[in-house]
């Protein structure tokens, strides 16, 4: 894939050495690399990447390549690797800007990131696709009985796709088996869990009057802006009602 280039650095720093040598030569050179250069290098993986891309994350503050005297970008190995890894979060798990920011801040660039932890993210997205499981595998890999996710369908908790005769699940329903299994050992049943299922219909509608109108405009940048808003917002939510519950759960402890 051809990729313009944006400016030529000579591959040595003013002072004469290239990024990381030494004036002893002791030390292997490992020179810094312009914008067209990290392209090109990365286009073998990413057929979509492009300088305008790369520009574009380093805007949203997710890079922050040196830069000369002159403006030039130069981009350290360190650099390329943390943009290999926003490239494969974006392409892999779906993630949006905001959760790959705070995916970064761990400091963690080695792009190997373990499939369950996808799974999870991807799980939690609205607009990531997640992948159908079978009763069987649901139940695998939940480590359940089946006896236990048929109530947690009774109550309205699951609520799989039937396709005809066939029920289909999917990542987010596997989670959502999951967190009530860890709620279970506590003693707490599926029917306890209903008010978990009424609060979502009702924060879910809240949402739908937000982004609604936006969700169902013909422009598709419009309606990719509403899900992204939705993705925002999900979170929000979810911060408000967990420091909600923190605040009442101080006042418990108080009490006792």
Known sequence: MAVAQDRRMPTESPSGTREGAHGNGSSRPRKA??????????????????????????????????????????????????????LRMQRDEFLPLRVIRQELATGDFTGRR????????????????VSSLSLEELLEEAGVEEQFVRELQEFGILQPDRRGSRIAYDETDLEIVRAAAELSRFGVAGRNLRVFR???????????????????????????????????????????????????????????
Do not use: M, W
Not at 114 to 129: H, I, K, L, W
Not at 215 to 223: G, K, P, T, V, Y
């Open 198 to 256: 009424t609060s979502a219909d009702r924060e879910a509608a809240l949402l739908e009057q937000l982004v609604g109108p936006a969700l169902r405009s013909r422009s598709q940048a419009r309606r990719k802006e509403a899900i992204e808003n939705l993705e925002s917002l999900a979170g929000i939510c979810g911060h408000l009602k967990h420091l909600l519950l923190v605040r009442d759960l101080r006042r418990i402890k108080g009490e006792h």
């Open 33 to 86: 690399l312009t914008i067209g250069a990290v392209a090109k290098i990365l286009s073998q993986e990413f057929d979509d990447i492009s300088i305008s891309k790369i520009r574009y994350l380093e805007d949203q503050k997710l890079l922050s390549p040196r830069r000369t005297q002159g403006g030039y970008r130069l981009y350290s190995q360190a650099d390329v690797e943390r943009l290999r890894t926003i």
């Open 114 to 129: 373990p499939s369950t932890e996808g799974s999870q993210r991807r799980a939690a997205s609205v607009d990531a696709p």
